[in-house]
């Protein structure tokens, strides 16, 4: 059973930062992309960063320079440091952990979502 359980989250004020990491129990680790993405009320998910197993690292035109995504496979670990925040970053924030490519369709895995609040 794969397990995603995200923290780091909160109230920052804009200009500021925060780390979000996400800790993955399970075989998937290793093999996964791991992804983080965001979502506002009443509209669609979208993909912030992801990092493959092997550390290549693809980022959304909106956050690059700000935000940097890494992880630990020893720890089973994967972070987003977010800098230069600004209130149009205000979403929840879910973890991903995408091994469909070894695991079938059914292998993507999602977290209980963290929420940023960037406000003044």
């Known amino acids: 059973q794969v397990q995603l359980v995200e923290s780091g989250g909160g109230l920052v004020q804009p200009g500021g930062s925060l780390r979000l990491s996400c800790a993955a129990s399970?075989?998937?680790?290793?093999?996964?992309?791991m992804g983080w993405y965001r979502q506002a009320p009443g509209k669609t998910r979208e993909q912030v960063a992801a990092?493959?197993?092997?550390?290549?690292?693809t980022y959304a035109d909106f956050v690059q320079g700000r935000f940097t995504i890494s992880r630990d496979n020893a720890k089973n670990t994967v972070d987003l440091q977010m800098n230069s925040l600004k209130p149009e970053d205000t979403r929840v924030y879910y973890c991903?952990?995408?091994?469909?490519?070894?695991?079938?369709?059914?292998?993507?895995?999602w977290g209980q979502g963290t929420q940023v609040t960037v406000s003044s």
């Open positions: 991903n952990a995408d091994d469909r490519v070894i695991g079938g369709p059914e292998a993507d895995y």
């Open positions: 399970g075989s998937i680790f290793s093999t996964a992309v």
């Open positions: 990092i493959t197993s092997d550390g290549f690292t």
